[in-house]
């Protein structure tokens, strides 16, 4: 089989939402993904994914590390053998520089979305805004820049996110999973709405547990005080995905907890901050309800930190917002309520 590598150097998130565009690819051919840290965990979890290589990209992380020239050759000499790399990325992104590393280790096949002229950098190239609809959801982005290099997904795959659960699944640890954490600042929830959005839920019966990462202990704890388990930095990726796979709906921001419940079928309220566009990451092909105001003035600055004093967009969300989001996506039979909310199906 050909060995392609494929490329995604963000986040986890990001890396889960390549999914289908992995396994479109996987099926004619042996794929590496190379990751960012972040994103190695759940590049693991991806169905088609046979080995998994990690770079910090100093042109792709939030907090990148410098440029070394022994780290790039590095880098070449690491990648030299694949027949084909496929690099993927996001609309403010440019494959272009890994695509000099690539053609430094001397992979005769590269393709990838850029605005740029690539000169002899890229064999297949989309044209964002021209050849490449952008106003579209990530997956089907990244699905697109794998079809145009030869690898269309089949049709008996249905293009939804997938992860690799452990076998067997634990019994449910809760009813309903409330992950008050993200990667920056910008797309939390107020941590006092989430410890009041759980003492609800668990006021009206269900089983609540709060999730985070290891460096979210003391949120997390905050927000699950004695109604709910806090499993704040307790559990990998794939526990995660097992926890969120038991229950019933889970409350989370975009971040790749989100995406994690997409991959596993899990209704999502999504706390949605509107610094990026809601079309590309809202929760991809899941019962869904989106919550926050899209059109606040932080919308569409990919701030990592709140541009707006007292953080409107998601502190206008209410915590009786948010069990009556639950209430509607577990008890399709009780309406919504109030202006933020909108209810997307699967």
């Known amino acids: 089989m050909r060995e392609v590598l494929v490329a995604r150097l963000d986040g986890a998130g990001d890396v889960l939402l390549a999914g289908p565009a992995v396994r479109a690819i996987a099926r004619s051919a042996r794929v590496t993904m190379l990751v960012g840290p972040a994103g190695e965990e759940a590049a693991r979890l991806l169905p088609g994914v046979a080995e998994v290589r990690v770079w910090a990209c100093p042109w792709v992380l939030g907090d990148p590390p410098p440029v070394r020239r022994t780290d790039i050759d590095t880098l070449a000499d690491d990648l030299a053998g694949f027949d084909e790399a496929v690099v993927l990325t996001s609309f403010h992104q440019s494959p272009l520089p890994l695509a000099l590393v690539l053609r430094m280790a001397g992979v005769p096949r590269i393709s990838g979305a850029s605005v740029d002229y690539p000169g002899s950098l890229l064999d297949v190239r989309l044209r ?133 419940a997409a991959a596993v079928g899990t209704p999502v309220v999504s706390l949605f901050a509107p610094v990026v566009p809601a079309v590309r990451w809202r929760p991809y092909r899941v019962p869904q309800v989106l919550l926050g105001d899209q059109d606040a003035p932080c919308r569409g600055t990919r701030a990592r930190e709140c541009p707006v004093a007292g953080h409107p967009c998601l502190t206008s969300v209410r915590p009786d917002d948010v069990v009556a989001a639950v209430r509607r996506l577990t008890r399709p039979s009780v309406p919504l309520t109030g202006p933020l909310t909108e209810e997307i199906p699967a």
């Open 128 to 260: 964002p805004g021209e050849t490449l609809e952008e106003n579209q959801p990530e997956p089907e982005r990244m699905r697109a820049v794998a079809a145009a290099a030869g690898y269309p997904l089949p049709a008996d795959d249905d293009g939804r996110l997938q992860v690799r659960l452990p076998e067997p699944l634990p019994e449910p640890v809760a009813d309903v999973v409330v992950h008050p954490g993200a990667a920056v600042g910008a797309r939390r929830w107020p941590a006092a709405h989430a410890a009041e959005a759980v003492r609800q839920l668990a006021g009206e019966g269900w089983r609540v547990a709060v999730t985070g990462g290891p460096g979210e202990c003391e949120l997390t704890a905050q927000v699950a005080g004695d109604h709910a388990v806090d499993l704040g930095g307790r559990t990998s990726m794939a526990e995660l995905a097992a926890v969120i796979a038991g229950a019933s709906a889970i409350v989370v921001g975009n971040t790749a907890a989100a995406h994690l």
